[in-house]
T-cell receptor, first 114, second 114 residues
Framework: AQTVTQSQPEMSVQEAETVTLSCTYD???????LFWYKQPPSRQMILVIR??????QNATENRFSVNFQKAAKSFSLKISDSQLGDAAMYFC???????????FGTGTRLKVLA | DTGVSQDPRHKITKRGQNVTFRCDPI?????LYWYRQTLGQGPEFLTY????????KSRLLSDRFSAERPKGSFSTLEIQRTEQGDSAMYLC????????????FGPGTRLTVL
């Protein structure tokens, strides 16, 4: 069975600084995908970044990047130059090819301080 | 592309009543998913459809819950004889069959059972 663990219920970062959100996962599958989603207050969940497990290169999307450590089953999200609009709940999720359903972590609430 | 829409956005009902939620996926997305999110938790998978076929149901989906996607377009989720424990945000997501496993989420329906 897949599991996703986010051990940081809440994080704070100063505007313009860098913050890293942690995520660990467990799966017996070799073909899987990992995601970070952002859920602003009272707004819908949107994709931040996606990583295919077979790719060694870490995914990057503008100010967002991941540190994918396959052997350690770790998938952390780094947000550079944090902005006030980055304040939200961040969920780590995984899925395996063939099942399609996402398994989510419990989320990390990110506060950005002006 | 208007995104995933859900209706209603909020529903308050009394215990024992039946409720029905609707989800309209992104057009031409073959896969449709339902998740439930309780306060402070990540979304939990309930069920998913590929076109009109319901391919997987979670154990969370008791016999009081039923989901349909009659023509492979919109989907409905019905809860019969609601209980206070059914209070949650019900999220719908869709994804295309081909390409990435990325799911696109709707804004959710928040259900409160009194």
């Amino acid at each position: 069975a897949q599991t996703v663990t986010q051990s940081q219920p809440e994080m704070s970062v100063q505007e313009a600084e860098t913050v890293t959100l942690s995520c660990t996962y467990d799966t017996s599958e070799s073909d899987y995908y990992l995601f970070w989603y952002k859920q602003p207050p009272s707004r819908q969940m949107i994709l931040v970044i996606r990583q295919e497990a077979y790719k060694q290169q870490n995914a990057t999307e503008n100010r967002f990047s991941v540190n994918f450590q396959k052997a350690a089953k770790s998938f952390s999200l780094k947000i550079s130059d944090s902005q006030l609009g980055d304040a939200a709940m961040y969920f780590c999720a995984s899925t395996t090819s063939g099942t399609y359903k996402y398994i989510f972590g419990t989320g990390t609430r990110l506060k950005v301080l002006a | 592309d208007t995104g995933v829409s859900q209706d209603p956005r909020h529903k308050i009902t009394k215990r024992g009543q039946n409720v029905t939620f609707r989800c309209d996926p992104i057009s031409e997305h073959n896969r449709l998913y339902w998740y439930r999110q309780t306060l402070g938790q990540g979304p939990e998978f309930l069920t998913y459809f590929q076109n009109e076929a319901q391919l997987e149901k979670s154990r969370l989906l008791s016999d009081r819950f039923s989901a349909e996607r009659p023509k492979g377009s919109f989907s409905t989720l019905e809860i019969q004889r609601t209980e206070q424990g059914d209070s949650a945000m019900y999220l719908c997501a869709s994804s295309p069959v081909m390409g990435t496993d990325t799911q696109y989420f709707g804004p959710g329906t928040r259900l409160t059972v009194l």
